[in-house]
């Protein structure tokens, strides 16, 4: 924990000008806020790695968060009980208790459940809480483990979640607080594309139905596939995303930082692609995500979105190189492209003094905008946001125009944290830009040359060729 003159002394330096403010980040559902006391709560759940599929790993770290979102303050000593459902059936049922109101529960997937009730195979291994009947208690020191169906395949699983007490172990609420999150698992697929002579291979993770009909155009280097799409459930998809796995080899892409993209013809944000070549040695990641309120805009009498993603002739990705006293070094970047969304995507990646990713380190920063407004984010708790990976990417506001100052802190790495912060400071700028266009070859249909040559050699007459061409 840090002390209560250390946290006084990153405040002071971070937001004495800066209201606290909360990106979008691209993990995780939340849940609407409820009244509780004099304030609201809600809650917040999250899997890591954010793109688990059991075939890749072997289990995964489950997040439940109960928090006031005007703060950004846990509630403390919080009492749950978690149902987790894949589609009507009940995979796990169980209590827990945890005294910093962030519950981590590590998941084992098992395969091969011959009961009917799938719920009846689940096991749940920890340390049972002294005070609150049948709880496993979970800590930076224990963590339970329920292994079993949960997460074994993929679609929408949804997490139940009541808060039978808090901020007393012996203090229940006169009624259960409930809310509902989902957890999406992933469909993997694989595409080969030929590019000057070479085949590759590109690994497809869609956190909806699998995609179709995924071509690459070699003289355009763009992608484009469709992803089916039912309207009537729009209302209920918080997303639509998708992540591809390009290996660096692939020559197209080498050169290429930022992406545009297109959606049944109609324009994507900037935020919504995002392409990563930090996280992983051997392939970049495209990142495709289109959230609920651009897909209401979007929204046809299509049953599919028609996708193209094609490199941007000039990178719009302006990366920072920045140092840190205690030898901590980082890549900043962002995308300079001014949008309508009004905001922008920002990403940061921690290296130690070898060049490794750091895991678990913790950070904070501060954005100031052309008008002088300012906002910050220092993590649930004021403790800082965690990395797991050392990597962040978030979507951060961005009204107009203009140079921003951002400030980054370093406040610790897992359960430790510095002898004192660390600062560094950077300006950015978002510039409009024009929308790039792609020129394709247009193609007469065969029936279209076909009349035309018969009109002009005289064997059909004029009205037959119009009607012809009208058809």
């Not at 937001?15 to 809650?43: D, L, Y």
């Not at 846990?74 to 987790?84: A, H, M």
């Not at 469909?187 to 085949?199: H, L, P, R, W, Y």
């Not at 495709?288 to 990178?315: A, V």
Request: hydrophobic fraction near 35%; include cysteine; proline fraction near 6%.
């Amino acid at each position: 924990m840090l002390s209560k003159s250390w946290l006084f002394l990153i405040i002071i330096a971070i937001s004495v000008s800066f209201p606290f403010s909360f990106a979008q980040h691209h993990g995780g559902t939340q849940a609407p806020p409820i009244s509780f006391g004099a304030g609201e709560v809600t809650v917040g759940t999250y899997i890591i790695p954010e793109d688990f599929t059991p075939t890749k790993y072997s289990d995964a770290n489950l997040k439940i968060r109960f928090f006031d979102p005007k703060t950004n303050i846990n509630v403390e000593n919080v009492s749950y009980r978690i149902q987790i459902f894949y589609g009507t059936q009940l995979v796990a049922n169980q209590m827990f208790f945890d005294n910093d109101g962030e519950l981590e529960i590590k998941i084992q997937p098992k395969s091969g459940c011959q009961q009917e009730e799938l719920w009846k195979c689940t096991k749940y291994f920890g340390t049972v809480d002294p005070v609150v009947p049948n709880a496993l208690t979970s800590s930076s020191s224990s963590i339970p483990v329920i292994s079993g169906p949960v997460f074994v395949n993929s679609g929408q699983y949804t997490v139940k979640t009541d808060i039978v007490g808090a901020k007393n172990p012996k203090t229940q609420t006169t009624q259960d607080i409930h809310f509902e999150t989902i957890v999406i698992i992933p469909n993997e697929q694989q595409f080969k594309i030929s590019s000057s002579g070479a085949q590759y291979t590109i690994n497809a993770k869609n956190f909806q139905e699998p995609i179709t009909d995924f071509k690459y155009d070699d003289s355009l280097k763009s992608t484009s596939f469709e992803i089916p799409f039912n309207w009537d459930h729009l209302d209920h998809v918080p997303y639509v995303k998708s992540n591809f796995e390009i290996p660096k080899s692939f020559t197209p892409f080498q050169n290429v930082d930022s992406f545009f993209g297109t959606v049944n013809g109609i324009m994507l944000f900037p935020k919504d692609l995002h392409f990563d070549k930090y996280s992983n040695n051997s392939y970049d990641v495209l990142h495709l995500m289109i959230n609920n309120d651009e897909l209401k805009s979007l929204k046809n009498s299509n049953s599919k979105l028609s996708i193209t993603l094609t490199p941007n002739p000039q990178s719009t990705i302006v990366t920072k190189n920045i140092s840190f006293q205690n030898g901590i070094n980082a890549i900043a970047s962002y995308d300079s492209r001014y949008s309508k969304s009004n905001d922008f995507l920002f990403s940061i990646v921690f290296f130690d003094a070898n060049n490794n990713h750091i895991s678990d380190i913790r950070y904070g920063y501060g954005l100031k905008d052309p008008s002088g407004k300012e906002s910050a984010n220092i993590g649930p708790n004021n403790l800082g946001i965690s990395l797991a990976g050392g990597m962040d990417t978030r979507i951060l506001d961005a009204p107009s125009t203009g140079k921003y100052s951002m400030q980054i802190v370093l406040l610790g790495i897992g359960n430790d944290k510095f002898d004192r912060p660390f600062f560094t400071k950077f300006d950015l700028e978002i510039l409009n830009s024009e929308i790039p266009t792609t020129t394709l070859s247009p193609e007469i249909p065969s029936w279209i040359k076909n009349n035309a040559g018969w009109w002009a050699e005289g064997k059909i007459d004029d009205n037959s060729f119009i009607q012809g061409i009208q058809f």
